[in-house]
């Protein structure tokens, strides 16, 4: 994710956080050294391999869930979930079908159907993106569909896309998100958000744009390391003339007379190229980019690094690209074996989440339903993930959201993070969504004491107990000790409540990935 | 079109916010947004906030191994596109009132800036500060690869690497060169979406106001310290990404709530417009006296997109804002007085404006911009940059042409005012600078 012109910041940051850590708190408030002394992630994080593989491959873990993987089994789940059309996904494909009916329409309909540069569908597939995130049983799938997003990045918002973008996320995106990534690049490379968004579509013998031809090799396949140089990129670019789009329709074109003819050659792809229709041409090339080794290197050390990793082992990479190659750029073998392997057995807590998928998290096990009619509460998610600074599709550059810890550090995003679990924990905001009352997070025999009261809420919103100095803590907050007795008129399950759920909800139990 | 953060402002704040259970004064302090300010006003002064500074301070000092020395940087992003005719209008080019019959800016009315420039009456407020040289512009200045696409114009003028595939932005470049020395460090006031000059792995803090910046859920001193010991509690033993951004928060919290106790007067009897900028301005200074160690603050000044009724000389939509502007920054030279000669103030957008008007009393999309400096080390009093003028050859598509790469003001405000070294911060950004900054002593 860095940039390769500078230093990573990332090894000053480790080497002071801790100092830092310490010094600011110690500085102010005192008796934090603890926190200074950093340890390890998998504390926090049940051992629990179940809740390890819904933590990592899903938007969250929630009670029947839970409860689904422990029936069937880790490996049976995982390849339910690796077949998503044949899982029952009714009520959540009513909702997007009923409450955001511009998702179906391809951009023709699309055109006729909104004014011109109206921003109705952008926002639309934004905020349908977020409703599947949280409402989805396909969870692996639409994971995997923010994966591809990220990686086949097209902003959303942007120039150019109002009529597209919810048609790239259906036709490009969802249609190949369990398929082969041969197939995905090929869609992409046919589509005119991609074409527009990276300006492909302005790129022409005469004139050639860089942008996309760069991309193509830079980010959607071999990888920035993945050794080609500047001729490579200029040839890929004349490859690429000629994909484009027609203005009038907003549809796909392909310009025979942008189209460069000629001899060339790229990371071992040749071709003669004497026509001026080089459609065939481009799709050879585009096929052969995503079958290439680096190719396979750099989608398993991507896919290492959302499911692992930070910092991706490389043999693991090295076993991950091979079965990607030996199934022809198929991607559920590749996952499969990756989410059944030992080292993803072994990095229980070594991932955190990042805003949007706390956002999501939070919701899921608060057990929040959509509005009962319209879209206004799913639509203000929309701006809950923005201030978050992660809402989903919009990240400018096309090189999609960062996967790594280092990038979501700031102190406004943890506090906008805590201060939303608050907001959602008391039903303030977005107040048009349902919310089951809060105290059906507690058994309905209240627990006897206020140290069972924090274990009990502990295991229903982070699936585990604290451990005893995190207890501590949150009784510190009530004012009480573990073996206060609980009865129903106390703060704790009265007008505290909120403020439990969200304290819990702040800590790093649930910031775990 | 509208970029997306003018529609993200949305003040959560402003929420009315339900029946959330708990006693009723509660409640209604949740839903003010209650200021610890009105609680503790006088019972803690400025010896809180010294004790408190000083505990940053040192905490920076800490990990910092070379503190920073240099100038505050401000940078206020017009978004939407800011006509720089209209503002520094050139009274030498006859052609200026042809193509804008309508909305020009007569001879009369302006304030005389030199024998080829005179300024929009609205910006009368900044005239002390143009006198004594620390307000200065430039004119006719562009990018390398102009687009008259919103979007893409920002996103390539805070990214400021075209040619390249650097994905971060200028500010966290910038930033990425420096030690880290604490949570303010690199402030976006005003939103809380950071701008994209700041995309990248240094962190920033975006808040809407230091008045707001507050756990949600204290609405008292003895409220916001016990969320503060449960939330330490609860990160005993944190992993790094995790417990180390934990305790920044928790830390700046700590000073923004003594900020918030020690109240805020602005000195010299510097008069802010009550609005988002004058606001965001007042806040940017008020952390800059703090001295918590604010190295880098960028403000959001949209709406400039002026399609249609850009106003007359004394009433209208660029009369209003360049009156706040004008009001704000006023105010904001006037609070820090000599303070100003460790601040620069720059101002950027995405391209000028069309130099012809349109059927709609407005402009279009544009190349050639105008940029204003402020700041006790700015090249005052005078309009830099290479004027290409208005003649048919002159225009680039029609529009004023863009002389001076927009890289060159900021990598000479980098080098000049904040010590930095700029070849990787802009990479293959032209060497010459024009001297709008004189460096510092």
Same mark, same amino acid.
């Given at each position: 994710?860095?940039?390769?012109?500078?230093?990573?910041?990332?090894?000053?940051?480790?080497?002071?956080?801790? *100092?830092?850590?310490?010094?600011?708190?110690?500085?102010?408030?005192?008796?934090?050294?603890?926190?200074?002394?950093?340890?390890?992630?998998?504390?926090?994080?049940?051992?629990?391999?179940?809740?390890?593989?819904?933590?990592?491959?899903?938007?969250?873990?929630?009670?029947?869930?839970?409860?689904?993987?422990?029936?069937?089994?880790?490996?049976?789940?995982?390849?339910?979930?690796?077949?998503?059309?044949?899982?029952?996904?009714?009520?959540?494909?009513?909702?997007?079908?009923?409450?955001?009916?511009?998702?179906?329409?391809?951009?023709?309909?699309?055109?006729?159907?909104?004014?011109?540069?109206?921003?109705?569908?952008?926002?639309?597939?934004?905020?349908?993106?977020?409703?599947?995130?949280?409402?989805?049983?396909?969870?692996?799938?639409?994971?995997?569909?923010?994966?591809?997003?990220?990686?086949?990045?097209?902003?959303?918002?942007?120039?150019?896309?109002?009529?597209?973008?919810?048609?790239?996320?259906?036709?490009?995106?969802?249609?190949?998100?369990?398929?082969?990534?041969?197939?995905?690049?090929?869609?992409?490379?046919?589509?005119?958000?991609?074409?527009?968004?990276?300006?492909?579509?302005?790129?022409?013998?005469?004139?050639?744009?860089?942008?996309?031809?760069?991309?193509?090799?830079?980010?959607?396949?071999?990888?920035?390391?993945?050794?080609?140089?500047?001729?490579?990129?200029?040839?890929?670019?004349?490859?690429?003339?000629?994909?484009?789009?027609?203005?009038?329709?907003?549809?796909?074109?392909?310009?025979?007379?942008?189209?460069?003819?000629?001899?060339?050659?790229?990371?071992?792809?040749?071709?003669?190229?004497?026509?001026?229709?080089?459609?065939?041409?481009?799709?050879?090339?585009?096929?052969?980019?995503?079958?290439?080794?680096?190719?396979?290197?750099?989608?398993?050390?991507?896919?290492?690094?959302?499911?692992?990793?930070?910092?991706?082992?490389?043999?693991?990479?090295?076993?991950?690209?091979?079965?990607?190659?030996?199934?022809?750029?198929?991607?559920?073998?590749?996952?499969?074996?990756?989410?059944?392997?030992?080292?993803?057995?072994?990095?229980?807590?070594?991932?955190?989440?990042?805003?949007?998928?706390?956002?999501?998290?939070?919701?899921?096990?608060?057990?929040?339903?959509?509005?009962?009619?319209?879209?206004?509460?799913?639509?203000?998610?929309?701006?809950?993930?923005?201030?978050?600074?992660?809402?989903?599709?919009?990240?400018?550059?096309?090189?999609?959201?960062?996967?790594?810890?280092?990038?979501?550090?700031?102190?406004?995003?943890?506090?906008?993070?805590?201060?939303?679990?608050?907001?959602?924990?008391?039903?303030?905001?977005?107040?048009?969504?349902?919310?089951?009352?809060?105290?059906?997070?507690?058994?309905?025999?209240?627990?006897?004491?206020?140290?069972?009261?924090?274990?009990?809420?502990?295991?229903?919103? *982070?699936?585990?107990?604290?451990?005893?100095?995190?207890?501590?803590?949150?009784?510190?907050?009530?004012?009480?000790?573990?073996?206060?007795?609980?009865?129903?008129?106390?703060?704790?399950?009265?007008?505290?409540?909120?403020?439990?759920?969200?304290?819990?909800?702040?800590?790093?139990?649930?910031?775990?990935? | 079109?509208?970029?997306?953060?003018?529609?993200?402002?949305?003040?959560?704040?402003?929420?009315?916010?339900?029946?959330?259970?708990?006693?009723?004064?509660?409640?209604?302090?949740?839903?003010?947004?209650?200021?610890?300010?009105?609680?503790?006003?006088?019972?803690?002064?400025?010896?809180?906030?010294?004790?408190?500074?000083?505990?940053?301070?040192?905490?920076?000092?800490?990990?910092?191994?070379?503190?920073?020395?240099?100038?505050?940087?401000?940078?206020?992003?017009?978004?939407?596109?800011?006509?720089?005719?209209?503002?520094?209008?050139?009274?030498?080019?006859?052609?200026?009132?042809?193509?804008?019959?309508?909305?020009?800016?007569?001879?009369?009315?302006?304030?005389?800036?030199?024998?080829?420039?005179?300024?929009?009456?609205?910006?009368?407020?900044?005239?002390?500060?143009?006198?004594?040289?620390?307000?200065?512009?430039?004119?006719?200045?562009?990018?390398?690869?102009?687009?008259?696409?919103?979007?893409?114009?920002?996103?390539?003028?805070?990214?400021?690497?075209?040619?390249?595939?650097?994905?971060?932005?200028?500010?966290?470049?910038?930033?990425?060169?420096?030690?880290?020395?604490?949570?303010?460090?690199?402030?976006?006031?005003?939103?809380?979406?950071?701008?994209?000059?700041?995309?990248?792995?240094?962190?920033?803090?975006?808040?809407?106001?230091?008045?707001?910046?507050?756990?949600?859920?204290?609405?008292?001193?003895?409220?916001?310290?016990?969320?503060?010991?449960?939330?330490?509690?609860?990160?005993?033993?944190?992993?790094?990404?995790?417990?180390?951004?934990?305790?920044?928060?928790?830390?700046?919290?700590?000073?923004?709530?003594?900020?918030?106790?020690?109240?805020?007067?602005?000195?010299?009897?510097?008069?802010?417009?009550?609005?988002?900028?004058?606001?965001?301005?007042?806040?940017?200074?008020?952390?800059?006296?703090?001295?918590?160690?604010?190295?880098?603050?960028?403000?959001?000044?949209?709406?400039?997109?002026?399609?249609?009724?850009?106003?007359?000389?004394?009433?209208?939509?660029?009369?209003?804002?360049?009156?706040?502007?004008?009001?704000?920054?006023?105010?904001?030279?006037?609070?820090?007085?000599?303070?100003?000669?460790?601040?620069?103030?720059?101002?950027?957008?995405?391209?000028?404006?069309?130099?012809?008007?349109?059927?709609?009393?407005?402009?279009?999309?544009?190349?050639?911009?105008?940029?204003?400096?402020?700041?006790?080390?700015?090249?005052?009093?005078?309009?830099?940059?290479?004027?290409?003028?208005?003649?048919?050859?002159?225009?680039?598509?029609?529009?004023?042409?863009?002389?001076?790469?927009?890289?060159?003001?900021?990598?000479?405000?980098?080098?000049?005012?904040?010590?930095?070294?700029?070849?990787?911060?802009?990479?293959?950004?032209?060497?010459?600078?024009?001297?709008?900054?004189?460096?510092?002593?």
């Amino acid at each position: 994710m860095t940039n390769g012109l500078l230093p990573s910041r990332r090894d000053v940051l480790k080497a002071s956080a801790a *100092v830092a850590g310490g010094a600011v708190v110690a500085g102010t408030v005192g008796s934090v050294g603890s926190v200074a002394a950093a340890g390890t992630g998998a504390k926090f994080a049940s051992d629990d391999l179940n809740l390890h593989m819904l933590r990592r491959t899903t938007y969250g873990p929630i009670p029947s869930l839970h409860a689904s993987i422990r029936k069937q089994g880790r490996k049976a789940w995982l390849d339910r979930q690796l077949n998503p059309s044949k899982l029952d996904d009714s009520y959540c494909d009513k909702l997007i079908a009923n409450r955001f009916p511009g998702m179906k329409w391809n951009i023709t309909q699309a055109r006729n159907n909104i004014d011109d540069f109206s921003w109705e569908l952008m926002r639309d597939v934004g905020v349908a993106t977020i409703a599947r995130a949280i409402w989805s049983k396909r969870q692996v799938f639409e994971v995997m569909c923010d994966f591809w997003s990220n990686h086949l990045n097209v902003a959303n918002p942007s120039d150019n896309v109002w009529d597209n973008r919810h048609d790239y996320d259906r036709t490009v995106i969802r249609k190949h998100a369990l398929g082969k990534f041969s197939d995905m690049l090929v869609a992409s490379a046919n589509h005119p958000a991609m074409l527009l968004y990276l300006n492909n579509a302005d790129s022409t013998k005469d004139n050639p744009n860089e942008n996309y031809g760069r991309e193509l090799l830079e980010l959607h396949s071999v990888g920035v390391d993945g050794g080609y140089d500047e001729e490579d990129m200029r040839q890929s670019t004349l490859i690429m003339t000629g994909f484009s789009v027609d203005w009038q329709t907003g549809l796909f074109e392909y310009n025979t007379w942008a189209h460069y003819r000629g001899a060339v050659q790229v990371m071992g792809f040749t071709d003669d190229n004497p026509a001026a229709d080089g459609y065939d041409v481009g799709l050879r090339y585009v096929r052969y980019l995503a079958r290439h080794p680096q190719t396979a290197r750099h989608i398993a050390y991507k896919l290492c690094q959302r499911f692992v990793s930070d910092t991706p082992d490389p043999g693991l990479v090295n076993t991950l690209a091979n079965t990607y190659l030996e199934n022809d750029t198929n991607i559920k073998p590749v996952l499969r074996q990756l989410l059944l392997s030992r080292a993803f057995e072994n990095s229980i807590g070594e991932k955190t989440r990042r805003p949007f998928e706390d956002l999501v998290a939070t919701l899921r096990v608060l057990g929040y339903l959509p509005d009962k009619n319209g879209t206004s509460g799913m639509g203000d998610l929309y701006w809950v993930a923005s201030d978050l600074g992660h809402l989903p599709l919009a990240w400018s550059q096309p090189d999609g959201y960062p996967d790594e810890a280092v990038a979501w550090q700031s102190a406004g995003g943890t506090l906008a993070r805590w201060n939303t679990h608050l907001s959602l924990a008391a039903h303030w905001w977005p107040d048009d969504l349902r919310q089951p009352a809060l105290r059906k997070l507690l058994p309905d025999r209240l627990p006897k004491t206020h140290g069972a009261y924090v274990d009990a809420l502990a295991q229903r919103l *982070v699936f585990r107990k604290l451990t005893n100095t995190h207890r501590q803590a949150v009784l510190g907050f009530l004012g009480r000790q573990a073996g206060d007795p609980l009865s129903a008129g106390d703060e704790a399950v009265g007008w505290r409540l909120p403020y439990i759920v969200a304290l819990i909800l702040d800590s790093p139990y649930h910031g775990i990935r | 079109m509208t970029p997306p953060r003018d529609s993200a402002a949305v003040d959560l704040g402003a929420v009315n916010r339900k029946d959330c259970g708990c006693p009723q004064d509660q409640q209604t302090a949740a839903r003010r947004g209650f200021s610890r300010r009105s609680f503790f006003k006088g019972a803690l002064g400025a010896g809180a906030l010294t004790g408190l500074a000083s505990a940053e301070l040192s905490t920076r000092m800490a990990f910092a191994a070379t503190p920073y020395v240099g100038d505050v940087v401000v940078v206020l992003s017009l978004r939407g596109g800011f006509d720089g005719l209209n503002t520094v209008v050139p009274t030498s080019e006859p052609r200026y009132e042809q193509v804008r019959p309508n909305i020009h800016i007569p001879q009369g009315a302006l304030i005389p800036l030199d024998a080829n420039f005179g300024m929009h009456p609205a910006m009368q407020p900044l005239v002390p500060f143009w006198n004594d040289a620390s307000l200065g512009f430039v004119q006719a200045v562009g990018m390398s690869n102009p687009t008259r696409s919103h979007f893409e114009a920002m996103e390539e003028m805070e990214r400021a690497a075209p040619g390249t595939s650097v994905r971060t932005g200028w500010l966290d470049r910038t930033l990425g060169l420096r030690d880290s020395e604490g949570a303010f460090q690199a402030v976006q006031m005003g939103s809380s979406m950071a701008s994209s000059a700041f995309l990248g792995n240094s962190p920033e803090l975006a808040m809407w106001s230091v008045d707001s910046f507050d756990l949600s859920g204290a609405w008292d001193n003895a409220e916001r310290q016990r969320w503060r010991q449960a939330l330490e509690g609860l990160h005993a033993n944190a992993p790094d990404p995790i417990g180390a951004p934990a305790a920044t928060t928790l830390g700046a919290l700590s000073t923004a709530g003594d900020l918030q106790d020690a109240g805020y007067t602005p000195a010299g009897g510097a008069n802010y417009p009550n609005t988002g900028l004058g606001r965001a301005m007042r806040d940017v200074a008020r952390i800059i006296k703090a001295d918590i160690g604010l190295q880098v603050a960028a403000v959001d000044f949209g709406d400039w997109d002026m399609h249609v009724d850009l106003g007359s000389v004394d009433d209208g939509w660029l009369y209003d804002k360049l009156s706040e502007l004008a009001r704000s920054l006023a105010a904001f030279a006037t609070d820090l007085g000599t303070g100003m000669d460790d601040v620069t103030v720059i101002t950027m957008t995405e391209f000028g404006r069309s130099l012809t008007e349109n059927g709609s009393g407005g402009v279009d999309h544009g190349h050639g911009q105008a940029v204003l400096l402020l700041g006790g080390g700015v090249n005052g009093g005078v309009v830099h940059g290479d004027w290409p003028g208005l003649a048919n050859d002159a225009l680039v598509d029609g529009d004023l042409a863009g002389t001076t790469d927009y890289r060159q003001l900021l990598a000479e405000v980098l080098e000049k005012r904040c010590g930095a070294s700029v070849s990787t911060i802009f990479p293959n950004a032209p060497a010459e600078r024009i001297g709008v900054v004189t460096p510092r002593v």
